[in-house]
């Protein structure tokens, strides 16, 4: 029971927020608030507060119990498209009534957010990936995720966030789309629209003509726009969008199976030599002795164009890795420095390796999980497992290092000081070469590092990634233990010997 | 504050303010919301009526004098939009009688304290101890339900109650301290 109006206020209000208030609870906070009209600032902070926080960690990729939340972007979506037209917008804004879904979903290589499959909602929310949607008009909507778009009608989409591009057949009647920046409408042609962070749209057009608010933008040109009017020019770049679904390479199998790596790991460990002279990192690896390198290549028919090997060497200062990888889509990762997530899906090589002979081999940690009754311990989450992703950032011309620690893949960071990284392009083409100085310092730190005669475990992973850069196909994993099973990433039983030479030892 | 009759009838918005309004707008759109969902208390209900607020916001947009109080404006016209969503869905469930509706109007001026509030509110979720922290993430993420954090966090639901009331609280505390500590609203 509570005692005074304030505390019996704040009762309320928990309730309110919590979406467990009762009509007796309504009708007993306006009484409240009308015996005690003093009590209304309070009852305004308390609520205030609520929506911040959930403004703030609210998830947009889960479907709510009940609608909620996606007020901002839609409240925008509504004010941009006003400018165009005020009765259009808001008929294309409004949940439709009509049963039947107006797209269905042609091809999917990614991940949905629950319950989006069928569309029935007339919206669809992608956490990762790329979905191929076709409007009943026959529009044809390349999205890339994340991405969350609302299907308005059989030729109109509003697109809250994400990547799409759209091809519109002559005889589909045209398409119409609305951003929160701009309302766009279409006959016949090919485009692509960016919703960024910021708000602001960026319309590319490969073909025919769209008109966006007052202007129109040509075949070629991209533009931004930050609200209905207006614009600016932007460099056009052809692979700003996935513009068609990449065919998707399956090896013999169903199911999981397809999860499996194309390869079966013919190495079950690597020796470690000592430098006695740091290599040059410049993405040429002919000083690297390829005696102690693995190679390793997909199954047939994919061994010819997907193959790779690994190189590791260390010192008292750093550890050296280098990486030859056949792909014929090399360095085209479109991940950014600044923003990239995800960052080894688009083409990367990533190192797993253990620096500390404490742990043993193999090395008998797994990943720590609560709901598994697997807790945290020092182990686990020893700051001397390492997950190395190397990488090459095509936006920002960079080779890239993301590391991150124990298994539960904690304190992860990007391009770590002193770090210094190279990838060359191969000559044909065909391929590209990675080469990293990691200081021990930007790891575990400068004195935890192995030492001549120690074993951990080590395991390699490759990914290539579609043309595009941004959707991983396929991938190899070397140095593996035989027997063991799982994902590497759980269960570091499953990689290979790690042995750290001594100067000179072979 | 408009009378509702004027809402029917906005005088056309200026292209050349568009961009004025979307900041104004966007900077207080989370006070909006609050003041409406303090009206309609009904996450469903709120998100309609935000947009049915936005579109007006826009259409009055020439009647708000730049330098002006924003929010307070906004909320006006907000209040309007709750009783003429109120009235078109025949809904009474919390009628308003006319001193509650007095206390609304002064409840819409006094948004405008709520950016401060806001701006405090970033720096002392920074503050917070990091069990209190993932408490409080794991309340709003998901459905924003007690009884999905509670399952998140493997806690009954009764204890994630009493403990997200309790951050909520401290967080609040902070707040006023912080506007306090800098002679804040």
């Known amino acids: 029971m509570t005692d005074t109006p304030a505390a019996e206020l704040a009762a309320l209000i928990e309730r309110l927020c919590w979406q467990e208030a009762t009509d007796a609870d309504f009708a007993r906070l306006d009484a409240l608030l009308v015996a005690h009209p003093d009590l209304w600032p309070a009852y305004q902070d308390a609520v205030h507060l609520h929506v911040c926080l959930r403004h703030r960690f609210g998830t947009s990729t889960r479907e709510p119990v009940r609608p909620r939340g996606r007020w901002v972007a839609r409240a925008a979506l509504a004010v941009a498209a006003l400018a165009a037209s005020l009765v259009a917008a808001w008929v294309a804004l409004r949940p439709t009534p009509e049963p039947q879904p107006f797209a269905t979903i042609t091809a999917l290589q990614g991940e949905l957010a629950e319950g989006d499959s069928s569309l029935s909602g007339n919206r669809v929310k992608l956490v990762a990936g790329l979905a191929e949607v076709t409007f009943r008009s026959g529009t044809v909507v390349v999205l890339e995720g994340p991405a969350e778009m609302t299907l308005a009608g059989p030729a109109r989409g509003v697109l809250v966030a994400g990547n799409l591009a759209a091809k519109v057949p002559a005889d589909a009647g045209g398409f119409a789309l609305d951003t929160p920046a701009a309302r766009m409408t279409e006959d016949a042609s090919e485009f692509g629209v960016a919703v960024m962070s910021d708000g602001s749209t960026v319309i590319q057009v490969y073909d025919g003509t769209v008109r966006a608010g007052e202007r129109e933008v040509l075949a070629g040109d991209a533009v931004r726009f930050s609200g209905p009017v207006g614009g600016t020019a932007v460099a056009f770049d052809p692979a700003r969008f996935v513009r068609e679904m990449p065919p998707f390479e399956t090896r013999p199998g169903k199911g999981n199976d397809q999860k499996l790596p194309y390869n079966v790991s013919t190495a079950t460990g690597m020796r470690i030599p000592w430098a006695a002279v740091p290599p040059k990192i410049d993405g040429e690896i002919g000083e690297w002795d390829r005696s102690f390198a693995w190679a390793g290549a997909c199954d047939p028919p994919f061994d010819r164009d997907y193959r790779a090997s690994g190189f590791a060497a260390y010192d008292a200062t750093a550890l050296y890795l280098a990486a030859e990888v056949a792909d014929p889509f090399p360095l085209r990762n479109r991940a950014d420095v600044a923003t990239g997530t995800e960052v080894w899906a688009g083409g990367s090589v990533i190192v797993r390796l253990s620096t500390d002979p404490a742990l043993g081999f193999p090395v008998d940690v797994k990943k720590p999980d609560i709901h598994l009754k697997r807790p945290p311990t020092p182990q686990n989450t020893s700051e001397r497992l390492n997950h190395l992703i190397l990488w090459f950032s095509r936006p920002d011309d960079r080779a890239c290092l993301d590391a991150a620690f124990g298994m539960d893949e904690h304190g992860r960071r990007r391009n770590p000081a002193g770090v210094t990284g190279a990838a060359k392009r191969w000559v044909d083409g065909r391929g590209y070469t990675l080469e990293y100085a990691i200081p021990w310092a930007a790891l575990a730190g400068a004195d935890a590092k192995p030492q001549p005669g120690d074993t951990t475990g080590i395991c390699w992973q490759v990914h290539w990634a579609d043309p595009a850069g941004r959707v991983w196909r396929g991938q190899l994993m070397e140095v593996l233990t035989p027997g063991e099973t799982g994902l590497v990433f759980h269960n570091a039983r499953r990689w290979g010997k790690a042995e750290w030479l001594p100067a000179g030892g072979k | ?185």
């Open chain 2, 1 to 185: 504050m408009p009378p509702d009759a004027a809402i029917d009838e906005p005088p056309p918005p200026d292209p050349a303010r568009h961009g004025e309004f979307l900041r104004l707008f966007t900077r207080y759109q989370r006070e909006i919301y609050a003041y409406v969902f303090a009206l309609v208390r009904d996450w469903h209900a709120a998100d309609e009526v935000m947009q049915e607020t936005s579109l007006a916001l826009w259409a009055h947009f020439g009647r708000f004098q730049p330098g002006g109080n924003f929010p307070a404006w906004a909320c006006g016209v907000a209040y309007h939009r709750v009783l003429r969503d109120r009235r078109a869905k025949g809904r009474d469930r919390h009628a308003f009688g006319e001193q509650f509706e007095a206390a609304l109007l002064e409840a819409a001026d006094r948004t405008d304290r709520h950016e401060a509030r806001r701006d405090a509110l970033a720096g002392c979720l920074e503050k917070l101890p990091a069990g209190d922290r993932t408490l409080i993430e794991a309340c709003y993420a998901g459905d924003g339900t007690i009884r999905e954090a509670a399952a998140r966090l493997n806690l009954s639901a009764k204890a994630v109650y009493k403990a997200a009331a309790r951050v909520r609280q401290a967080l609040a505390d902070c707040v006023t301290r912080t506007l306090s500590a800098e002679g804040g609203r």
